[in-house]
């Protein structure tokens, strides 16, 4: 089958979230299993400038018009990287900026039709260079691919037997703008309908997507599900529920090359389920780099990596932190984001030195090494799509402490001290008092040092990697072929 990806980002080239990862993990197990996938990037000034030399241009000009003037896109060819080819779509005046969406936490006033440019281009160069069986394209940035191709290119005969499949990452970002935006991307204003791209007067990229795609994705199957409902689906569930048949939840996958205790060359020693002691020697190493050395080996270590922002769960959190401070634990956190949290983090340490210390910055090592040197990770989010670091938590022994939603809910499993089952602590209702609950049962569990390390070699044993997520995708694909024939 040939696929061809359309995304906002990917690694290592340009990332802000987890759709990264996908985009840069997914196309080579792709690969692997016999696909050709292209996948299309914007040029952004970051990627140009990993390009030695002149951009190798596969398509010098495409022409896409808007209402009252046209903008012309060049294609470069990026090369084969891991079997997968790759096309950045050149248009210096909209993509050759500092950031990809927006500067000093403002969007760029031109998304709209930077990102539509962008999905016109990625058509018009497809005519060119070679049309998919499947357009799988990512989130809002890229939701306008299906819309195009069900109005603009309804005719097309080489487009027409294209199919399209949706993957939502995260259905807070949408992609809005004013109704004129219909008129400006040359839209008829027939599809600006409730029932079509439109959503309380404004002009919905997603709501466009989930509408005229063949068929949807999202990063799991609880999330699949949340986001059918007012409380989740971020005003988009009216739609999502009409297509609930087409939905499919796809767990991200683990990059275990980067993430497995036995071979992180971040970590202070390496560990395996069959023998733990470096995890006991990264324990050190974490603490120290910390400044906690004080703290007792028989005191629990809770890890926190995290966007410190109020999805993460850190709301629950603030009621109680003092509570917390009472108890026999330590925490370790590292994260950025709203300065509400950050303060609230620095405070929290600044009154519990002894025991709780943060580090406000974006730091990969780190990240590693709390993975690594803690004994629980906590990740209480409000909502979590997929998530990854309770996964990386399991495969480093790391406990994790998590809320039933999302990705959270479908990779760990209450741990059941009588049954020896079960890989981490799991609460439901978004509530300080029930999260207080969880972590106490944790904190008792660990007091318990066979049954916590049965609990730790439990989640060591899971296998989040990409290949059983891989072919879930092409069976997708595969459903969606079928309906276009
Ligand atoms: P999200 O994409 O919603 O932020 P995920 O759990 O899916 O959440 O992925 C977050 C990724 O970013 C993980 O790889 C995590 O380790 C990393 N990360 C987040 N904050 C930091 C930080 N301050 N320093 C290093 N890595 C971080």
Known sequence: MQITFAASESTPLAKTGGLADVVGALPPELVK????????????????????GEPNYAVRSITVPFRSYNRFAGVVDGGKRDGVQYFFVDCPELFDRKELYGAAGVDYADNAERFALFCRAVIEASKLLGVPNVFHVHDWQAALIPVYLRTTYLDDPVLRSAATVLTIHNAAYQGKFPPVTTEQLLFPWEIFTMDQVEQFDRFNFLKGGVVFSDLLTTVSRKYAEEIQTAEFGELLEGVLLKRAADLHG?????????????????????????????KR???????????????????????????????????????????????????????????????????????????????????????????????????????????LNQMYSLRYGTVPIVRATGGLD?????????????????FEGYDPEALLIEIDRALEAFRDRRGWTRLMRNGMARDYGW???????????????????
């Open 250 to 278: 796809i767990l991200n996958g683990v990059d275990y090359t980067q993430w497995n205790p036995a071979v992180d060359g971040h970590l202070a020693a390496h560990y395996t389920p069959e023998n733990l002691e470096g």
């Open 281 to 387: 020697i990264c324990r050190a190493d974490l603490l120290h780099a910390f400044g906690l050395e004080k703290v007792a080996d028989t005191t629990p270590v809770i890890g926190i990596v995290s966007r410190l922002a109020t999805q993460k769960g850190f709301g629950i959190v603030a009621k109680i932190v003092e509570e917390l401070a009472d108890r026999d634990l330590a925490v370790v956190a590292l994260g950025t984001g709203d300065p509400y949290y950050e303060n609230l983090f620095r405070g929290w340490a600044f009154r519990h030195p002894a025991t709780v210390a943060v580090q406000i910055r974006y730091d990969d090592a780190l990240a590693h090494k709390i993975e690594a040197g803690a004994d629980m990770f906590l990740m209480p989010s409000l909502y979590e799509p997929c998530g």
């Open 33 to 52: 299993l016999g696909h050709q996938v292209t996948v299309y990037l914007p040029f952004y000034a970051r990627i140009r400038r990993l390009i030695e």
């Open 410 to 426: 479908d990779t760990i499993e209450e741990w059941d001290a009588v049954k020896g089952t079960g890989t981490g602590f799991k």
């Open 467 to 485: 290949s059983g997520p891989a072919k879930e995708y092409v069976r997708v694909y595969e459903e969606a072929v079928q309906r276009k024939t």
